[in-house]
């Protein structure tokens, strides 16, 4: 792919043309502007996006966009909940996430992402024995395209924010495929801020699940403090991570080669080229 410099920037070219073999997208939300528009403003050569109501079991009567690439990822509404103790939720989700994935397969696009979910006050060992159950089901049907495990920031009774997690969801169902959010490691303790910390985590990571299982990085600062359990994504570089943590999570070679998504707030039109920017800038500095 070429990119031409956006003159938005001035200055040096944004991409190098021996350093631009990374992925780097958003979280496209569909509406106003077309997709495709967006995706040649933005420059991007990944993407996520909802395939339908993020608050609805129902299928989407839209049509889908075509992207210019096939390394899409559709996030699982925000009602899928496959921990869930409430068997209408449960039921629910697991066909939810069924279809799902087979839209992936159809589209010919990566996966799925879904979260760990949680037990609504039933206690972490519920979620994550209602979690297995529903995978069982769910790895039943024989789908090509990815389900993909992402991790939470631990809040409340959801489960899933620890490296522990990860590598028993890996151990029981290795066909399992995974997702880390930086702000949901950042919230549940894990202190990217600190270069040995961060290095540690990934390859703690990388000596129990074999690395082509990590299919996607959630690119997001934190709202919150080290540890503080809550979820709020923050614009890179302005949250609690900083750009020394985003330095460091991209120092590593493996963190390079996978695709980046941010899901940074859009709460101005010039949101996603600024964060996107930020990341490129780490991303052409730091080899
Ligand atoms: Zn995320």
Redesign the pocket.
């Known amino acids: 792919m070429e990119y031409k410099r956006l003159p938005l920037y001035g200055g040096a070219s944004l991409f190098k043309m021996n350093k631009n073999s990374y992925k780097l997208g958003v979280h496209l939300f569909r509406g106003g502007r077309s997709i495709l528009e967006d995706i040649k403003l933005l420059r991007i050569n990944t993407a996520q996006l909802f395939s339908g109501s993020p608050r609805s079991y129902r299928p989407t009567n839209e049509k889908l966009p075509v992207f210019p690439f096939n390394s899409v990822f559709i996030?699982a509404p925000y009602v899928v909940n496959i921990a869930s103790p409430d068997e209408k939720v449960f039921n629910l989700s697991i066909k939810k996430v069924i279809e799902e994935l087979k839209l992936a397969e159809e589209l010919e696009w990566e996966g799925l992402?879904i979260h760990p979910g949680s037990s609504k006050k039933m206690g972490k060992e519920v979620a994550k024995r209602n979690f297995f159950k529903a995978l069982e089901k769910i790895l039943e049907e024989d789908i090509k395209a990815k389900l993909i495990v992402?991790n939470s920031a631990g809040e409340g009774d959801g489960w899933g924010s620890t490296l522990e997690d990860f590598y028993s969801i890996h151990e029981e169902f290795p066909s399992i495929y995974f997702?880390i959010?930086t702000?949901?490691l950042f919230a549940a303790g894990y202190n990217l801020k600190n270069p040995r910390v961060c290095k540690e985590t990934f390859y703690s990571f990388f000596e129990r699940i074999p690395v082509e299982k990590l299919v996607l990085i959630?690119i997001?600062d934190s709202h919150f403090p080290l540890g503080s359990h809550r979820d709020q994504?923050a614009h890179i570089g302005k949250g609690a991570i900083g750009i020394g943590g985003f330095k460091n999570l991209l120092s590593i070679p493996e963190i390079r080669k996978i695709p980046l998504i941010l899901?940074t707030p859009k709460d101005s039109p010039m949101a996603d080229l600024y964060n996107l920017h930020t990341i490129r800038k780490i991303l052409e500095n730091s080899d």
């Open positions: 996030h992402i992402e997702c959010d702000c949901h959630h997001n994504h899901e």
